[in-house]
């Protein structure tokens, strides 16, 4: 009926509740392995959305480095200063942009 000895102990796991298979981020038990694989998968994607969650105004962002640009916004800091007129800017492509306009004033 099972087709296998792995198939009837998998499906015996519903009438005992036995749950082998334990997350070690969680704690949470699974009675096969498969359903465990998908839960750290689904903790992984949410511990990676939270990283990319703004803890200010919880804002998603899609990697660590636009999150590093948009807290810039908060912070106010502006590492990227013009050499020219010493006007700062919080990405340097603002910054290369605002320097065009000195070369089109000469």
Do not use: A
Request: hydrophobic residues 25%; contains cysteine; proline residues 4%.
């Amino acid at each position: 009926m099972f087709g296998s000895p792995y198939l009837l102990t998998r499906h015996m796991r519903v009438h005992t509740g036995e749950q082998p298979f334990k997350c070690t981020q969680c704690g949470k038990s699974f009675n096969q392995k498969y359903n465990l694989q998908r839960h750290i998968i689904t903790i992984n994607k949410l511990n990676r959305i939270s990283e990319n969650q703004c803890n200010l105004c919880n804002r998603l962002l899609p990697s660590r480095s636009h999150m590093i640009l948009h807290k810039r916004i908060h912070t106010g800091e502006k590492p990227f200063k013009c050499d020219i007129c010493g006007r700062q800017f919080n990405r340097k492509g603002n910054m290369k942009t605002h320097q065009i306009t000195h070369l089109e004033h000469q």
